[in-house]
Each structure stands twice: as structure tokens, then as C-alpha cells.
């Protein structure tokens, strides 16, 4: 708190020195007056956050490191305008404030030795063994994953155990997931058992009402408990494809800078680029390189918590349906809900780390078009010829490898569900002599399974090679096409030749994760249309169930 006091002061001393003199600019004292204000929130935040947050604030971690980063540009063009260099006061104020705000993020980042003392009074403590350090760690802990640093040391020391890894963060539980799903779902039954009270007192029957009491919405269940931190994943998502795709044209821009300094470009007349060019060249390019990286692990992490918080809700669901289910459908056996659990519950969580690939890969796929068309117009479209046929051919193929999984996953609902009655009922079959005709239903579906899986082994046999042939292909084709119409204004030289091997290189991982991507969509959708149908199948009547719950508990059935 004293260095946040030290730099508001020093900044009013830099704005009273900019007042002083007679020959000042508007914009310096401006940029100075909304850095004093700044500095005066910052401080009143600061003053809040000692006593009252156990974490450091992210806004000032932000404010802090992009304060210190920023001020050191205009530090080094006072010293370099001021005669008398860092003898001057304005040259020297200036650089004092830089080197204070790089120690208050300094600072700002140990955590906080009465931290126990400032946690919320009414936050509900969850009692584990290993809690993990993700809770109280600080914004650029958490951005870099800095707190996992302690177990890759011990990994690297010895093999981890099973103890050695942290529990579980508290959002990702099952009980708060499985409380947040149960109040959901009890208030759309209590509105549907309003409705129908409602239809039943206008004379409607309850055979002619569409209103369903045991109607389970999933989509708006799952949506309700995983969604809005799903949908957070679209920021980290843009923010790197912004960072990724600047890529080649900073290294463009970079080939350009040496290219001014070679001896063609002094006979042509060209005069070399500044220094400061490409220096700021190389640290964009070092920029957008770490940004990527962060963004992307960003994204993935708030998609795999997704699919964490997704496998909890539906866990939950399929759970408590199978203790509700009617004695017509408890006939499906034991099996089909083991595969609803277990198969079809692993698919859905694979869409939801795929979901967000499938419409930035086609985002991804049009910047690198458009980035292409800068470089090579319209020899572009070869490649993009090679990449519509190409996928248009993947594209057939997709349905049939969808179509082919779904039957294949009925005949294994279908084994699972003779396979447990054989089980159950071995002492039966052994007195009868029952053995071959079982053993014969059994062989039947696993030959027919079998039939399912060849199938879709042998579409993705055709779909692979495919795929995996469009970017030589596109290479080939636009470098010729370019070659043959290029103009002594623009012609295929080595800058272009890099830059379009680079963006076409680059259309490879959004063409890979949209063929990637539609196979796990598909087996998403077929998997959730096969829990929707069994969540929404018939339950027994509540009137011939006698209930005796725990208070103290909490009823999942």
C-alpha cells in the first residue's frame, strides 16, 4: 500500500512539473492527469482488497503489468529528447514510476499471509485431503497454471501416486452439480403439474394433454448447469485465432525489413527500414507466439471443465431414472443403462470438447483464405477447388459413418441386455438346456455388430487418405496456377513462396479438427438422443410409491 501511495505521488509530481513549464503539450499533460486518476482508483482498490479479498485483485495484477510495460516507452523518449538525460526531473520522475509499478506487481503476486483470516464467513468449507492450489492462487497463476508447478517438480523426482494428486475443485463436485440439476428439474415438474391441474380445471383429460409431468428437458438441464461457463470459451477461442493467425504476417512483414537491407534492394534504390522496425517485429512475433499458447490453453481447460460438469449432471439423471423407471422399461436390463453411463456419457463429453472447434475451425479456415488471397489472388481458388472436393467427399461420408456407429451401438444394447439375462438366469437355461439357442442369439448380434464395425472402419478408410491428402495437393496447385499469371510487380519470390506454404500449412489444422470435429458432433448427437429417449421413458406411477424420506438427507429419487 505504501509503494501504491509512493507512485501516486511521484505521478503528481510529474504532473505539476509538466504545469511548470511553459512550452508543455496538451497530450502529456492529459496522458499524465488520466494517469493520476487511474492511480487514485487503484489505490482506493488497493486499500478495499487488504482488508477484505483473501485473493489479489486480477484487475490490478492487469492494471499493475500493463502500467509498468506502458510506461516504459515513454520513460525512454524523455530520456532520449531531454538534454541533460536522467539529470533532468522529468526523464528521472518518469523512470522511478516505472520501476515502482514493476515492484507493486511484483508484490501483488505473493500471496497474502492473512489469507485464512480474510475468507468469506458465510463460504461453506469443503473438507478434503489434497485441496488444490487452483482456489487460492492469483489471476496469472491460474492464467499460466503456475499453481501445478509443485506436482510436475515431484513428478519429476518420482512417480506420482494416487495421493500425490490434488482433489477435485469444489465447482467440479458432484453433489453441488447434482443440487444445481435437482432444483432444475423439480421446477419444471412443479410447473408441469400446475399445468395440468390447470387443463384438468378447463375440462381437458389427461389423455388429450400435451403436457408431459416426467418430461425431462435435457438440452435446457445441461444448458442450465454447464452452459454459461461453456459459452465463456468463445473469448479465449477468437483471442487465439486473432494471436495465431497474425502469425504470417508479422513474418512477412519481418522477411520485407531484411529484404531492405540486402544488396538487390540497395542497387534498386531502396533504403534500409529502422532498427526499432524489426526489433518490434521479433517481439510481436515472441508476443502473439506466448499469447496463443495461453489462449489456447484456456480454452481447453474451460471445455474439459465443461465435459467434467456435463458427465456429473447426466451421471446424476440416468441415476436417479433407473431407481424411477417403470416395470415395462426396467425389461431393457441392467446393460443398456450400464452403456447409457459408461458409452453414451463419454461421447457427450467429447462433444463438448469439440463443439467450439467445429465453427472457429471454419472461422479459422476463413481468415487463412483471406490472408491467402493477399498473397497469391486469385490462384487461391486451386486450392480452395482441391478443398471443396476434397470435402465434399468427407462430407458424403460422414452421415454413413454416423448412420453405422448408431446401429452398432444397438447391437451392442442389444448383446448386453442377452448377456445379463443369460447371467441371471443361468441355473434356468443350464435345466432346460437352453445353452445353444442363447449362445446362438448372442453369436447372431455379435456377427451383426461386427457387420456395423466393418462398415465403419471401411467409410473411414475412404475418408482418411482424402483428408489427409489436401494439403500437398493445395500447395502444388497454387504455387503452379501463381507461377503461370504472376507479373513482374508481384512475382512468386521467396517471401511469397514462404508466406503461402505457411497460411496453407496452416489450413491444415481447422480441415483436420472440422473432419475431427463432425465425427464427434455426430456421435454426440446420436448419443444424446439415445439419453433424451431414455430419460424421458416411462416412469412408475408416485400414487403406488410410499415414501418415507430422511429429513437430513437429501432425496435423489
Not at 156 to 175: C, G, N
Not at 218 to 226: A, I, S
Amino acid at each position: 500500500m505504501l509503494l501504491v501511495l509512493v507512485s501516486v505521488a511521484i505521478q503528481l509530481a510529474i504532473l505539476v512539473k509538466v504545469v511548470s513549464e511553459t512550452n508543455y503539450q496538451s497530450s502529456a499533460l492529459l496522458s499524465t492527469a488520466v494517469y493520476l486518476v487511474g492511480l487514485i482508483g487503484a489505490a482506493a482498490l488497493h486499500w478495499f482488497e487488504h482488508f477484505n479479498i483473501a485473493n489479489p485483485s486480477a484487475a490490478l495484477l492487469v492494471f499493475w503489468l500493463f502500467t509498468a510495460l506502458i510506461s516504459i516507452f515513454p520513460t525512454r523518449t524523455w530520456i532520449q529528447v531531454s538534454q541533460d538525460g536522467l539529470s533532468s526531473p522529468l526523464p528521472l520522475l518518469k523512470l522511478l514510476f516505472t520501476i515502482v509499478s514493476f515492484l507493486i506487481f511484483t508484490l501483488e503476486n505473493i500471496p497474502k499471509s492473512n489469507r485464512a483470516s480474510l475468507a468469506r464467513r458465510n463460504a461453506i468449507a469443503v473438507d478434503q485431503k489434497k485441496p488444490s492450489p487452483e482456489t487460492r492462487s492469483n489471476y496469472f497463476a491460474r492464467v499460466s497454471f503456475f499453481w501445478i508447478v509443485p506436482l510436475l517438480k515431484q513428478g519429476k523426482k518420482r512417480a506420482l501416486r494416487m495421493d500425490d494428486l490434488y482433489s477435485l475443485h469444489p465447482k467440479l463436485l458432484s453433489y453441488p452439480l447434482y443440487l444445481t440439476t435437482k432444483a432444475k428439474i423439480d421446477a419444471e415438474e412443479a410447473i408441469a403439474s400446475q399445468k395440468i391441474k390447470d387443463e384438468e380445471k378447463n375440462g381437458i383429460s389427461k389423455a388429450n394433454t400435451k403436457t408431459k409431468k416426467d418430461h425431462i428437458n435435457l438440452f435446457g438441464t445441461v444448458l442450465h448447469t454447464v452452459g454459461y461457463s461453456f459459452l465463456a470459451a468463445v473469448f479465449p477461442r477468437i483471442l487465439y485465432i486473432c494471436t495465431s493467425y497474425i502469425r504470417p504476417v508479422l513474418f512477412s512483414n519481418l522477411i520485407d525489413f531484411i529484404s531492405t537491407y540486402s544488396e538487390t534492394s540497395t542497387a534498386r534504390g531502396i533504403k534500409p527500414q529502422a532498427p526499432w522496425i524489426g526489433f518490434g517485429l521479433l517481439i510481436a512475433v515472441f508476443a502473439s507466439g506466448i499469447l496463443s499458447s495461453i489462449f489456447y490453453n484456456q480454452f481447453m481447460f474451460i471445455c474439459y471443465n465443461a465435459s467434467i460438469k456435463s458427465r456429473g449432471v447426466l451421471v446424476n439423471l440416468i441415476y436417479r431414472k433407473s431407481l424411477r423407471l417403470s416395470s415395462t422399461d426396467k425389461q431393457e436390463g441392467m446393460g443398456s443403462i450400464v452403456n447409457h453411463m459408461s458409452t453414451d456419457v463419454d461421447n457427450v463429453m467429447t462433444f463438448f470438447n469439440v463443439a467450439h472447434l467445429s465453427w472457429s475451425s471454419v472461422v479459422e479456415a476463413a481468415v487463412v483464405t483471406a490472408l491467402l488471397y493477399n498473397e497469391v489472388r486469385y490462384a487461391m481458388f486451386a486450392s480452395i477447388g482441391v478443398v471443396i472436393i476434397t470435402t465434399s467427399i468427407t462430407g458424403f461420408c460422414m452421415p454413413r459413418v454416423s448412420s453405422a456407429q448408431e446401429e452398432m451401438m444397438n447391437c451392442s444394447d442389444k448383446r448386453m441386455k442377452l448377456i445379463t439375462e443369460l447371467v441371471n438366469n443361468i441355473k434356468s437355461i443350464k435345466l432346460y438346456a437352453w445353452e445353444s439357442y442363447f449362445t446362438g442369439k448372442i453369436t447372431d448380434i455379435r456377427t451383426e455388430q461386427l457387420g456395423n464395425l466393418r462398415k465403419f472402419y471401411s467409410w473411414l478408410t475412404v475418408m482418411v487418405p482424402i483428408s489427409n491428402s489436401i494439403i500437398p495437393f493445395s500447395i502444388f496447385t497454387t504455387l503452379a496456377v501463381y507461377s503461370a499469371v504472376a507479373t513482374e510487380d508481384a512475382p512468386l519470390d521467396t517471401r511469397r513462396i514462404f508466406t503461402t506454404i505457411t497460411l496453407i500449412y496452416m489450413l491444415e489444422g481447422p480441415i483436420d479438427t472440422i473432419t475431427a470435429s463432425l465425427q464427434s458432433v455426430f456421435t454426440g448427437i446420436v448419443a444424446y438422443r439415445r439419453l433424451r429417449d431414455f430419460l424421458n421413458s416411462e416412469e412408475i406411477d408416485d400414487d403406488n410409491v410410499l415414501r418415507n424420506p430422511d429429513p437430513n438427507s437429501s432425496e435423489i429419487a
